[in-house]
Structure formats: C-alpha cells, structure tokens
C-alpha cells in the first residue's frame, strides 16, 4: 500500500470526497464499446438495437473536451478489442485517501480490463494497492471524508468490505445493500456534497436508507430519470456537476440547489448501463484543511 505523502503537493494520488476540485481522472474511449451479452437491464432494453459506435465515440470526445476546459487533466487508457466495457473506467479502481486501490472485477467480460490500468500507474510510477480474491467494482465505492461507503452488489463482496475494513481502520465503512438489479451503488445514490445527494428510492435496503437521509438531504430521482441513470452524475468540484441533458427533473433540482449543471449528451453510452460517474475513475482531487487529518 502507498506511503502516501506530506502534502498534496507532493502526493500523486488523493481523494477525500466524492465534490473536491478534480485534478487528473482515468477514462477510455469506448471504440470496442458492443452488448456482446446483456449483463444489466439498459443492455437488455438496447441488445436488440445495439450501439452507434462512431457516436458514442464522438460523445465521448466531447466529454473529455469539457473535462479539459475545466482544468481537468484527463488520461485515457489504450482500447482493447477484448474489452467491450472498458469505458467504464470507473469500476476498475478507486482512489481512497492517498491509495489507489486496483480492483478484482466480477463478471468475466470485464475481467482482465484491471490490467491496462495497473500498467498506467506501473508506467507512470504510482504505486497501488492489488485487490485479489475479494470482488469489488469503483461503482459500489463512495467517499465523504472519514467515511466509506460501499455497496453490496453482484461485483461487490461482503469479503471485500471486511477487507478494507481490516487495511484501513481509521475509517468509517458503511456496507450499503441494495437490490443487485440496479448493478452498482453510484446508479442508485450519489454523493454532491458535505450536506447533498441523490437518492432512487426504495432499492436500498429501509434501515439503511432512513440512515442516509438523515446524513444527507436527498434528491429523489424518478424512476425514469433512474433508467437514464440520473443519480450517476459527476462532481469535478466547485459545485460543478455533470449530467445528462435529458435528467431534467435531477437538473433542476441541482440548480434549486445552487450547483452548476454541466450538460452534456452521452446518452450512446448509456445505452450500455453506465454515464457520467461510471466513465471516470479520479485520481486526484484537491484537499480542504479538514482533509489534513486522514491518515497516509
């Protein structure tokens, strides 16, 4: 596991929070992006359609281009034939603290796709820290501070959680269970910020539930608005967020709310089950003061 480092400064790798000002972020253009097998419910809607790739590409690009704009450093991994999820770089890792976490991928199609970015961090000369033998996915991991959440999910292990618990005990880890239809934690709950987030009712577990509206104040999404992946937004600080044009009701919500809603159209992508969170994997984030406690 990473030393970590005296300052953020100095640190290469660093995420306290789910809204810091985002500084460098994992993506992958999705040119091998095809539903070979239907492995969540968007995929079933859209097997029979299939996906444009040439747009969905084109929607990509743009993406990262409003990534730039912002000031975001944006790495983009070499596409593979093999992998036809890699641009969903987000459940290949996760960045905790000053660690980067390289994850044990669940589903056989995806497997394997944890290697390009371990040869990333290789090449570039992060060091990391090698999940094998307990699955967990990015998508089922979120960060507020001293606190974890983490989704028990059909790519997220109940083993995997005791496992960070046990490596990382000055945090507060919270398993999160959820109805495994719904894939990963981040398409039904979403951090905005220390007081926001979004919530799709009644999938997570009640108790469970009730104890996150009681931390957070929480924007419902609508079940339509869940199927285009409304509560899958992403934060690059600042009280900027992206989302999808077509989350109206989300939008307007955040913008009640005081965020900037950064819209852009990836809705080709989505058509594979993942959006905006799920195509980034953060990591670097900067730091406020609070954040100078977290143990290295």
């Not at 993406?63 to 999820?85: I, N």
């Not at 960060?143 to 959440?149: G, H, L, N, S």
């Not at 989302?243 to 852009?264: C, Y």
Request: proline fraction near 4%; hydrophobic fraction near 35%; charge should be negative.
């Amino acid at each position: 596991m990473s030393s970590g480092a005296d300052s953020l400064e100095a640190a290469r790798s660093y995420c306290a929070t789910e809204y810091d000002k985002l500084r460098q972020v994992v993506l992958c253009t999705p040119t091998n992006m095809e539903i070979r097998e239907a492995i969540n419910v968007t995929q079933e809607k859209y097997e029979a359609e299939g996906i444009d790739i040439n747009k969905a590409v084109q929607q990509h690009d743009y993406f990262v281009q409003v990534l730039k704009e912002h000031g975001v450093d944006v790495v983009l991994l070499t596409p593979l034939r093999t992998y036809p999820e890699q641009v969903f770089t987000r459940d290949i890792g996760f960045t905790l603290g000053y660690t980067v976490f390289v994850s044990d991928m669940a589903h056989g199609i995806r497997q394997g796709e944890e290697n390009m970015f371990r040869t990333w961090l290789e090449g570039d000369l992060l060091s990391y820290f090698n999940i094998a033998g307990d699955q967990i996915e990015g998508g089922d991991v979120l960060i507020d501070k001293q606190t974890v959440y983490i989704g028990i999910s059909s790519r997220t292990s109940e083993s995997a959680i005791n496992l960070l618990k046990r490596l990382l005990p000055q945090y507060e880890i919270v398993a999160v269970p959820f109805d495994e239809k719904y894939l990963h934690l981040d398409c039904v709950f979403n951090i905005l910020s220390p007081d926001d987030a979004l919530i799709y009712p009644g999938v997570i577990e009640p108790e469970t539930e009730k104890w996150l509206r009681s931390r957070y104040n929480c924007i419902e999404v609508t079940e339509d608005e869940q199927f285009s992946l409304g509560p899958n937004v992403f934060s690059i600080g600042e009280g900027k967020v992206f989302s999808l044009p077509g989350n109206q009701q989300v939008n307007t919500e955040l913008r009640n709310r005081g965020f900037e809603v950064i819209e852009v159209d990836i809705s080709e992508i989505i058509k594979s089950g993942g959006s905006f969170r799920c195509c980034t994997l953060p990591i670097l984030r900067e730091n406020s003061p609070a954040d100078d406690t977290l143990v290295h």
